[in-house]
């Protein structure tokens, strides 16, 4: 079958366990909804210039907070670390100490490394764990429960990444938060709508209800929000570094709310979380280097997966999200993550052939299986994912040295879990979820039930957060990542192509529409008013299935100016409150 990715497949079998992978070839029926609206993109359009040093984020509050430390002296890390804490504050949606993320780092001398905090699964924890008492797989138990939380990662991996190449005093990088927490702030459009939304689901949990809420009612934008306990965690943590959170009382109240709520974490397994400084992944990309986050995240490899299928193709000369574009970067994408979802998961726990999936060689006879002019095939699907929002969140940072921090941290879910620790005031992750539902349960919803990413005890589950930076000739060129679930690697790839390809100033690259393919389902979802309507019909006689949706991402990057130096700061405008501020 010409285009068909089964060749693809029995290349690849050497490698792997098969996951049943049907032919079947894509109708092109319309599943098209012109009138549907999506989220308003009220942010920060315009690009943000400085000479000296630059932070991008979901809020003001946290890119002012890291911005202050690079004044202060502190590098990236040091910024990086403080902005992270500031968004715990400032944006509860996916800013976090009860989660976990990554962090990508370039010296100025153009050494690269990366610290791994994702969250992993209690000792406890087993493949079936998501059972209900009928045996049956239960999403409720899966995402929304107490055994949805992982331990989370994010205050050690802060810890870990701050004694490793941190130069200001902790006690200086996290008091702003303190601060901002015990003090309060005033609530911005976004956050205030964000919180409205959040407290109607949090009704099961009154301490959740207490903590984002007056007795119920909430905030209106501009009220002065304050939030006490949490005020109190963050001072902990402020004196007594990473155990005044995996250690004493605030171990103590998460694992009295997980005995309450049949949560499986313990205090033992806070007690012996460890996070990792890794080796990042590095590919290159027509004369750049790309650095970004290996196993446990899919990103960096998937990413650079399918930059190496594209390298092979003209892009530019098709043009910006024209028929032939969207067919070779869709047709790269449905490649990449099949293999993920073969092959990608926890590096302690899995043999993941990172080096293969991220060779030339390797995108090279994927590229054979690319028909120019027709759609190949997934598994027989008609049906969109679940919804992704993307709760998660990105930041980047370049200090005055031009070191280069790029962090993605994340609930997993809007709000995580929705569990605010009684007395502690911060949320618990739902990141369990991230997890392969069950053995052998793939299916046309996108669940995955390959081997390598089930639940096992103290496995990290599979990521898709891409926190990436690209270098070309020795010199730092930008900062880039975003959140979104598995549209992830996708943002953050179209992001590289429109400034590589497409030759965008970062602005326009962060601004231009995004598009969506997971392999599973068979679906190119597109963000409304992405392409024409010829372009639509193009696809769609090429066999692809065509849907619009909402906002896809937002990408707060950085971008260096090679003429002039300076740190071009673009917050993404999909996010309302999303700010870049340098000096
Ligand atoms: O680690 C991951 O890839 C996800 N837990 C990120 C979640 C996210 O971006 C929010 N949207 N679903």
């Not at 997971?518 to 090429?542: C, F």
């Amino acid at each position: 079958m010409p285009g068909s990715v089964a060749r693809h497949v029995s290349r690849l079998s050497i490698l792997t366990a098969a996951i049943p992978f049907s032919i079947l070839l894509v109708t092109g029926t319309t599943v098209w909804k012109p009138g549907y609206t999506p989220v308003a993109a009220t942010g920060q359009a315009a690009e943000v210039r400085s000479q000296h040093g630059m932070v991008v984020s979901a809020t003001e509050h946290a890119s002012r907070v890291g911005t202050e430390v690079l004044k202060a002296g502190g590098n990236a890390v040091d910024a990086a670390i403080a902005t992270g804490f500031a968004l715990a504050v400032t944006h509860p949606a996916a800013g976090n100490i009860g989660g976990g993320g990554f962090m990508v780092i370039r010296f100025p001398d153009g050494r690269v490394t990366a610290f791994d905090y994702r969250e992993k699964a209690p000792l406890a924890a087993t493949p079936r764990m998501f059972l209900d008492e009928n045996g049956e797989y239960s999403s409720r138990i899966h995402h929304n429960s107490h055994k949805a939380v992982g331990v989370p990662g994010t205050v050690a991996g802060f810890a870990l990444a701050h004694q490793t190449y941190g130069t200001l005093g902790w006690h200086r990088l996290v008091e702003p938060s303190v601060a901002l927490a015990r003090d309060g702030f005033a609530l911005m459009p976004g956050l205030t709508r964000s919180l409205q939304y959040a407290i109607a689901r949090m009704e099961p949990y009154p301490a959740s209800v207490a903590a984002f809420s007056k007795n119920g009612e909430p905030y209106a934008e501009g009220e002065i929000w304050k939030q006490p306990d949490l005020a109190r965690t963050l001072e902990k943590i402020m004196l007594e570094g990473r155990d005044g959170f995996y250690k004493g009382e605030t171990a103590r109240l998460i694992a009295e709310e997980m005995r309450r709520g049949g949560g499986l974490i313990t205090e033992e397994d806070l007690a012996i979380y460890r996070a990792y400084e890794r080796e990042p992944i590095k590919g290159t990309y027509r004369g750049y280097d790309v650095i970004s986050m290996p196993p446990p995240s899919s990103g960096g490899t998937i990413l650079v997966e399918m930059l190496n299928i594209l390298e092979g193709y003209d892009l530019r000369a098709m043009g910006h999200n024209t028929s032939a574009s969207i067919h070779h970067i869709t047709e790269a994408m449905r490649r990449a993550y099949l293999d993920r979802a073969r092959f990608l998961a926890d590096p302690s726990y899995a043999d993941v052939p990172v080096e293969r999936l991220t060779s030339k060689e390797y995108a090279a006879e994927l590229r054979q299986s690319i028909d120019q002019n027709r759609a190949s095939v997934s598994d027989p699907v008609d049906i969109e994912l679940p919804h992704e929002s993307p709760q998660t969140t990105h930041y980047s940072v370049v200090d005055a040295d031009g070191m280069a921090v790029s962090v993605t941290y994340t609930l997993e879910a809007g709000y995580g879990s929705k569990i605010v620790v009684p007395g502690a005031g911060f949320l618990l992750n739902n990141e369990m979820g991230d997890f392969n539902p069950l053995r052998g349960l793939t299916d046309t919803l996108g669940h995955i039930g390959s081997e390598p990413n089930l639940a096992r005890p103290g496995q990290r589950m599979l990521s898709s957060m891409t926190p990436t930076i690209l270098a070309k000739d020795g010199q730092l060129v930008a900062v880039v990542g975003s959140p979104g679930g598995r549209t992830i690697i996708n943002s953050v790839l179209q992001v590289i192509l429109n400034v590589i390809d497409f030759e965008m100033p970062i602005q326009e690259a962060v601004n231009a529409k995004r598009l969506h393919h997971a392999w599973l389902p068979n679906t190119v979802r597109v963000e409304e008013d992405g392409i024409s309507e010829s372009t639509k019909q193009g696809l769609e006689a090429m066999g692809h299935r065509m849907i619009v949706r909402g906002r896809q991402g937002l990408t707060h990057c950085i971008m260096i100016d090679s003429v002039t130096g300076e740190r071009i700061g673009a917050a993404d405008p999909r996010d309302a409150d999303g700010r870049a501020v340098g000096y």
